[in-house]
């Protein structure tokens, strides 16, 4: 059986001292148990992170460079965040697309970079509100996926966030989420054949401790990437716990 991930997107919360507190707390109350714990944290609370997590759980990045190295201000380089311990990298987050103008080819370009340095990329996609009210949910999700894994081996996750429910309160009925992650799951076959098998995909959208267990019972949903309630330590013991 495919192991589940918790995926917490911290989004840009938490300074560096905050993230250790919250680790701390996290520490003294988490009960390991099959799911796999990962925090998404800013690139400048995971040295602190790596040093305060309980043992087990991964780190993740919220985004990655395309660019091995050189004259980019501002962005991190996959074997900068492998250094400080990370073995995720989020890639194509509808805030990127939308605030950063990311194109699937830079979502690819992003994956591609962290799988050549070992970090495993968890590639976003999602329909937005317009689209879902058109019945083009599966067309649109699909088209977004091909385009974003361009030359991207099967070391990945996908992440299925439609952005009508990312921090609105509203979640996809976990049929809505099974619907699509089934999409998915044949497209990667079609891609990768029997390596798909092992990719795991997730729902993203107003995830909380009450609705992450009847979404992740879905049998090609793999886990949760949260961002809300990834904040406070006693919501990801309640999440984490559902899914025993
Ligand atoms: O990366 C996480 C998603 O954007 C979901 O955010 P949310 O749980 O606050 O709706």
């Keep these: 059986m495919t192991q589940n991930l918790l995926a917490l997107n911290w989004k840009m919360n938490k300074t560096p001292a905050e993230a250790r507190a919250w680790a701390e707390e996290l520490r003294e109350k988490l009960t390991a148990n099959d799911t796999e714990l990962a925090v998404m944290a800013p690139a400048v609370a995971l040295a602190s992170l790596a040093a305060h997590l309980p ?13 091995e190295s050189g004259a980019y201000t501002g962005e991190t380089s996959a074997a900068m965040l492998v250094d400080v311990g ?54 649109y999700t699909l088209g977004q996926l091909e385009g974003s894994l361009v030359g991207v081996g099967p070391e990945v996750v996908i992440a299925y966030e439609p952005v009508w429910a990312i921090g609105t309160g509203k979640t996809a009925t976990a049929d809505d989420a099974e619907e699509l992650a089934a999409a998915i799951r044949d497209a990667l076959i079609e891609r990768y054949g ?6 795991r995909i997730l729902y993203g959208g107003s995830v909380k401790p009450d609705n992450i267990a009847t979404l992740c019972a879905k049998p090609n949903v793999n886990g949760a990437l949260v961002g809300g309630a990834s904040l406070k330590v006693p919501d990801v013991i309640g999440m984490n716990d559902a899914l025993k």
């Design 55 to 67: 043992p087990g759980v991964a780190l993740g990045a919220q985004d990655v460079s395309a660019h």
């Design 194 to 199: 029997s390596d798909a098998d092992g990719i």
């Design 86 to 139: 990370a073995k995720y990298a989020v890639v194509g987050h509808s805030e990127r697309r939308e605030y950063h103008h990311e194109t699937d080819a830079d979502v690819a370009a992003k994956a591609k970079q962290a799988q050549a340095n070992g970090l495993i990329p968890i590639v976003c996609v999602g329909e937005g509100l317009n689209v879902r009210e058109q019945g083009e949910q599966v067309a």
